[in-house]
């Protein structure tokens, strides 16, 4: 058989682009599912990592020391500080809280009260207590309104391209939009941000457990501490501009923005939308 029969009746020559292709997008393939397995790995470490032991390392060769020095336990009588009504008491100051996007620039609560505030938030429990948090307080009017330029240029980026249409759709009954003029009409601007890791006093990298759920906790003593110290607030999470807002502030690598929230009074005009909580029988189940 002459060559050019051979390379004419040949199926690999005569469908070498077809199967050129298929070839190509098989080890195309089979490398996006063993990024997609790789990063499914490393995402897992990284969230299991904080509690399971590394069975690569060998512990011989680590010298592991507590973040926290090591002492006696201290006796603890319980609550001795309490409210007088209790519980049924607390409940009214909290169910009294709403969330508000309307402030008057005056009266100024006084820093002191503010302090008392953030204080309080410290003493939310923590993963392994590294209390993994940094509260940042607004009062400069400059950096308020750098910090309503970032999150107005970016919410409108976002009502208007980046949110799914069901989103803003349920936020209309609230009337919420990019336009946030509480960001420069409250009197304080409380930055909160998570410390993803810390250092230690000898300047080793120190493992923050939990580190979200943790600050996410003192968040919400915050906003008791604020509703019982007769100030108004309101719980926003500005989409897209952690990063910026972090650069404006000089605040270090380690820290990453989790909320913000303006504090002070109501403006004379305020309104806040009518909603209902749920009742406790559709929050509770008893065993």
Known sequence: MAVEQILETSIFLKYWNVILTITLM????KWLWNKRNNNAVVNKEN?????????????????????????EHIPYAGATVTLTGGAAEFYKIMNNRRSVRSYRPQPIPPIE????????????????HTEP???????DPEIKQNIRNIIEAEEELNYAQRMHKQWTTD??????????PYLTD???????????YGLTKDGKRKQHYYNEISVSISVGILLCALQAAGLSSLIT??????????????????????????????????KVPDLERKQLKDIIVRY
Request: charged share 20%.
């Open 26 to 29: 098989g080890i195309l393939s």
């Open 47 to 71: 969230i299991r990592g904080e509690i399971f032991a590394d069975s690569t390392s060998n512990a011989e060769d680590v010298d592991y020391t507590p973040a926290l020095e090591e002492k």
């Open 113 to 128: 009260v503010i302090e008392n505030c953030i204080r309080t938030a410290g003493t939310s429990p923590s993963g392994a």
């Open 133 to 139: 948090w940094t509260f940042c307080v607004i009062t």
């Open 171 to 180: 936020l209309r009954p609230l009337k919420t939009n990019h336009v946030k």
């Open 186 to 196: 409250a009197p304080y601007l409380i930055l909160v941000f998570k410390q993803t």
């Open 237 to 270: 999470t500005p989409l897209n501009c952690g990063p910026a807002l972090r650069t404006l502030l000089n605040r270090p690598a380690n820290e990453k923005l989790l909320v913000l929230l303006p504090v002070g009074y109501p403006a004379a005009d305020c």
